[in-house]
């Protein structure tokens, strides 16, 4: 008996819609990148509910004739190729022939085109992909194409409970329209969400004022210009983020290339390589740079949704960016004379910029020694720090650090110092204790949240703070709004990817918000996955870090006594992120080190 079976047409039209179709967001992107295809000048987006119950692309390209309507839904039908050949240089967005089919095959589609220069247009109806092939009705509507997707995934349940939000759902698909839109500046592109107009490009060809439109004033404004640098080949422009204005996180970073959206890590280290002893661990730069190079040079068939493409050359890629970035933000002509340190191709993740090592500038001011020749009172250290341990103003358990008549004494310890503004140093009989005082701290205040018996004190702000961290990133904090409401913010929705940010915990303050809501919302995003902490979990870590004390100023010695007490009685032990919070070195070790054994 045969165990082998071949599925019918259907079942294979919807096992790949599920390559190229994942969200209404992919519907988007592939029936935008039909329309660019189609020569159009104008695009206008509309999407109710998210995506899910409606979406319609329309625009002024070429359109289709009847006899190519109904033939457009076919797998592996396309305009754009003919044969192999094709392939080794592939010019236009769409390629395979599999979007429409993919689509209509989970929605309801309905097609509306007319030619350029015919007098009436053809009208074409599928439901689940049915109906492909059996002719079109006439119908009166402009030049150009329109697309009308309905219910998408009705006979997909599996696919369809896998959705969010419509809020997450209807952020993405705008996210990616606005890719399209930046990938083109030379075309209009209208986004409709909801009823309400979400951007606006003009259509002008200006890079910078298309920036302005899709991610607002102070994202463009910060922006310095990457003149035009490479040759015929392969050449590379656009703009770049200076350094005041990096992020947490790449979300703002957008590659195009031959006008194709990309995710490249090669590409954000070719970036992030320029902007080294700029920023400091953790920050990212920003940029729209568009890079051109002879079609037979890059591989665009890698990846059924055509996001990562793979370079014939890609060492002279990661050079091409990186000095034509450098050179912007340094003043001088790119060149690529300097020696790269290791092959760009080796780099899966993009390294993360340092800070400046072996300059005259980094270096701290002469530290004088001689205070340790004089007589050191003890001030009984251990009976201070015990005294203000005991009266420190901390939660009760499981957030308790504070010392119970039961909790175990402390062992001997005597206090030593703060070294590097940050680690308190504890002699202990037999080893020396390093605790990082941030990180003890950031453990106390998230244990003190999760508690929940005892909040941050709000403070209502007496005007209203304005961020804009971006649609995606604000579509993620009002969906989680209840989680934030309970820490103290009070946020409402700005239109156009800005927050209203009306009130927030008292230990945070005013001019670190959006650096906060943006990893806040980096941190929801990275929440519920194995190996990191739950969604809420991420929230509560991130503020507690914002709240905590600082690395690099000393601080007086009686504000450790929680720090010492919690540490030494074994309470806190890691960060919420799982650093360890103290770090022994052993006497032995000291005496060997200087040949004492």
Same mark, same amino acid.
């Given at each position: ?259 194709? =959206? ?50 014939? !050359? ?7 960016? @990186? ?30 910029? &340092? ?13 004088? =020694? ?18 203000? =341990? ?47 005082? @941030? ?6 205040? !998230? ?52 927050? &209203? ?46 709240? &905590? ?27 919420? @992120? ?20």
């Amino acid at each position: 008996m045969s165990i082998i079976n071949k599925l019918s047409p259907k079942v294979a039209d919807m096992i790949a819609a599920g390559e190229v179709v994942d969200r209404p967001a992919s519907v988007i992107k592939e029936l935008i990148e039909n329309s660019i295809d189609a020569d159009a000048h104008s695009i206008t987006v509309e999407i109710r509910r998210g995506g899910m119950s409606y979406i319609r692309v329309t625009d002024d390209g070429k359109g289709m004739s009847a006899e190519d309507a109904p033939v457009a839904f076919l797998r592996h039908a396309t305009s754009k190729l003919r044969d192999e050949r094709g392939l080794e240089a592939i010019r236009t967005l769409g390629f395979r022939g599999e979007a429409l089919a993919a689509i209509s095959s989970v929605s309801r589609a309905e097609l509306s085109t007319r030619e350029r220069g015919a007098d009436s247009g053809v009208t074409v109806n599928l439901e689940g992909g049915s109906g492909i092939g059996e002719g079109v009705t006439p119908a009166g509507c402009p030049e150009g194409t329109t697309i009308i997707i309905q219910d998408l995934f009705f006979n997909t349940p599996a696919r369809f409970k896998f959705m969010k939000t419509d809020n997450a759902e209807g952020a993405a698909c705008v996210n990616a329209a606005l890719r399209q839109a930046l990938s083109h500046p030379e075309l209009s592109f209208r986004m409709i969400k909801d009823g309400a107009e979400t951007f606006r490009t003009n259509g002008g060809g200006d890079v910078r004022d298309t920036v302005y439109a899709l991610l607002g004033r102070d994202f463009a404004l910060g922006l310095t210009a990457v003149p035009e640098s490479g040759d015929d080949t392969m050449s590379v422009t656009g703009l770049v983020t200076a350094p005041k204005s990096a992020r947490g996180n790449r979300t703002a970073q957008y590659f195009f290339v031959n006008g194709r =959206y990309v995710k490249s890590p090669m590409l954000s280290a070719a970036l992030e390589r320029a902007f080294v002893n700029l920023l400091p661990g953790g920050r990212f730069p920003g940029c729209v740079l568009y890079i051109k190079m002879r079609e037979n040079l890059v591989d665009v068939n890698v990846h059924p949704a055509k996001t990562e493409v793979k370079f014939m !050359f890609e060492r002279s890629v990661f050079d091409l960016v @990186h000095y034509a970035v450098k050179g912007a933000l340094t003043g001088t002509p790119p060149s690529t004379s300097e020696p790269y340190a290791a092959d760009s191709s080796q780099l899966p993740e993009p390294p993360r910029a &340092a800070p400046p090592l072996n300059t005259a500038s980094a270096l701290p001011e002469p530290v004088s =020694y001689s205070h340790l020749s004089e007589s050191v009172p003890s001030l009984q250290h251990q009976e201070v720090i015990h005294e203000l =341990y005991r009266r420190s103003d901390v939660p009760e358990h499981p957030a308790q650090i504070e010392l119970s008549a039961n909790a175990p004494n402390l062992p001997e310890y005597a206090y030593i110092g703060e070294a590097y503004g940050g680690y308190v140093i504890l002699e202990l009989p037999s080893e020396l204790l390093f605790i990082d005082k @941030h990180a003890a701290h950031e453990r106390i205040l !998230f244990d003190r949240l999760k508690a929940r018996k005892r909040l941050p004190m709000p403070q209502l702000l007496l005007a209203p703070s304005v961020i804009e961290p971006g649609r995606e990133d604000a579509a993620l904090i009002l969906d989680n709004l209840p989680i934030l409401e309970r820490l103290g913010f009070s946020i409402d929705d700005f239109g156009n990817g800005a927050l &209203a940010v009306r009130q927030i915990p008292s230990d945070i303050e005013l001019s670190g918000v959006a650096e906060l809501i943006a990893e806040i919302a980096e941190s929801i995003r990275l929440g519920d996955r194995p190996g990191n902490l739950s969604r809420e979990d991420e929230v509560l870590s991130t503020v507690a870090c914002k709240a &905590a004390v600082k690395l690099g100023k000393n601080s007086d010695p009686r504000e450790f006594a929680p720090l010492i007490g919690a540490v030494l009685s074994g309470q806190i032990t890691h960060c919420p @992120h799982g650093r360890p919070v103290s770090f022994s070195l052993p006497r032995d070790t000291i005496e060997k080190g200087i040949k004492r054994k």
